[in-house]
């Protein structure tokens, strides 16, 4: 995630957030497994993505997004 921020600096925010310590925000976003990745946008969810994948298939969802 850390180069997808990077080579999208000032077009979008990634933020990771320990549902152990933030349950109150898995439970908004019905996250019921991890790693979740959630494309939010205007501050509606636009995408989910759950289990790991290629950054190559985060990359293109988010070119779909921007």
Do not use: R
């Not at 933030?22 to 989910?48: C, E």
Request: aromatic share 4%; charged share 20%.
């Amino acid at each position: 995630l850390k180069s997808v921020s990077d080579a999208h600096a000032g077009a979008m925010k990634v933020a990771k957030v320990n549902v152990e310590e933030a349950p109150q925000v898995a439970s908004k976003y019905q996250v019921m497994s991890i790693p979740t990745l959630l494309f939010i946008k205007n501050g509606q969810v636009m995408h989910q993505i759950v289990g790991l994948v290629p950054q190559k298939k985060i990359e293109k969802k988010l070119q779909e997004l921007l």
